[in-house]
């Protein structure tokens, strides 16, 4: 049985494997510039996080219609659950589907369908983020908000992706006031290419809740102390870091670094079609690579549902907490 844990850093579109790629271009009538699954996987040998989201945005094109969404949410949950994931906030990229056409009523009921019927389908308990491109305009962020009003309900919060550097948080102002007047949770993702200071502005302009990544604060110790004292989240992806090469090898990850300097993480996947794992997959990759002890795995458990979105139901929060500190571990390759 794998550890319970909630996933708090997953783009859907990141969970696009090969195979459904090529079932939904067939669907579609997409082509796509690869001869086959084989081939498109040798695509996947990235530079950085611009190599990396120039396929992302590639493959996107074989998302057209509420089904095609529904059924990437639907194999994201199964996964998912096979690994232990009891709770998922998704994020999702409205910006890249509203500039090929799919409107934002399309990707939302879409991915509603799969995320409605999660929990007596897959026992999987979900919250959607809508995240903002950061290498867009503030303006498209703000109409983004705008055609998002109608599915308010179905928005637990707003992120921030894309490519960092150069795209300070401060450019974002204006979007994440108007958000927060709309109950809108916040984080955002800083400090994982670009410097602390992003990660700095995004807590101080932004008043983001969580940060997405964070690895870069432990290059500012007065910001760590503030991270520790403000018990901010991070929710950091070993595996994307090393195949984005954040970081060399896993080996050399700071995770161990952070638990011990008291910052509250937690080990996502990210966009695990891309990055070689889903949840248990990093817990494991860590466990393996960074000598985590199980004390600390059931840390990493138990951060992650006290840093989830589960005010509106401490009942179940509660019963994941105590889910993890019953839990039991066993084979060392499976969490
Ligand atoms: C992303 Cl790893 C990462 N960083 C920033 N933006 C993203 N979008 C999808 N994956
Ligand atoms: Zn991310």
């Known amino acids: 049985m794998p550890l319970p844990k909630a996933e708090l850093h997953l783009h859907i579109e990141g969970t ?31 530079e950085d996080l611009q190599s990396f989201l120039n396929l992302y945005y590639e493959l996107m094109a074989v998302l057209r219609t509420e089904q095609d969404f529904a059924d990437l949410a639907d194999a994201y949950l199964a996964r998912a659950a096979a690994q232990g994931v009891r709770h998922a906030e998704i994020f999702f990229d409205p910006q890249a589907h509203l500039a090929r056409g799919v409107s934002m009523g ?31 305009s503030a303006a498209s962020a703000l109409q983004t908000l705008e055609a998002a009003k109608p599915y308010l309900d179905r928005i637990t919060g707003i992120g921030l992706d894309s490519a960092e550097v150069g795209h300070p948080p401060v450019k974002f102002r204006e979007v994440y006031e108007a958000a927060a007047a709309l109950g809108l949770r916040r984080v955002a993702h800083a400090g994982e290419e670009g410097p602390p200071e992003y990660i700095t502005e995004a807590l101080d302009v932004l008043g983001v809740e969580r940060i997405d990544h964070g690895l870069r604060c432990m290059e500012d110790p007065a910001l760590v102390e503030r991270l520790v004292r403000d018990r901010v989240p991070l929710t950091l992806c070993p595996l994307s870091n090393v195949r984005l090469r954040a970081v060399d090898v896993l080996a050399g990850h700071p995770l161990p670094a952070m638990l011990d300097a008291g910052l509250l993480c937690t080990v996502n996947s990210d966009d695990p079609a891309y990055f070689g794992g889903y949840a248990g997959d990093n817990f494991a ?29 401490e009942e179940r929060r509660a019963r994941y907490l105590a889910e993890v500190e019953a839990y039991e571990f066993g084979s060392p390759d499976a969490l």
């Open 106 to 136: 399309t990707v939302v009921e879409g991915l509603w369908r799969a995320l409605g019927t999660s929990e007596s389908v897959h026992g999987v308990s979900t919250k959607l983020i809508m995240c903002f491109l950061r290498d867009e």
């Open 16 to 46: 696009l494997e090969p195979e459904l790629a090529f079932e939904l271009a067939a669907r579609n009538g997409v082509e796509l510039p690869y001869a086959d699954t084989d081939e498109l996987r040798k695509a996947y040998q990235f």
């Open 285 to 313: 990759a860590v466990r393996q690579s960074l000598g985590l002890t199980e004390e600390r795995l059931r840390e990493l458990a138990r951060n992650s549902f006290l840093a989830s979105f589960l005010e509106d139901d």
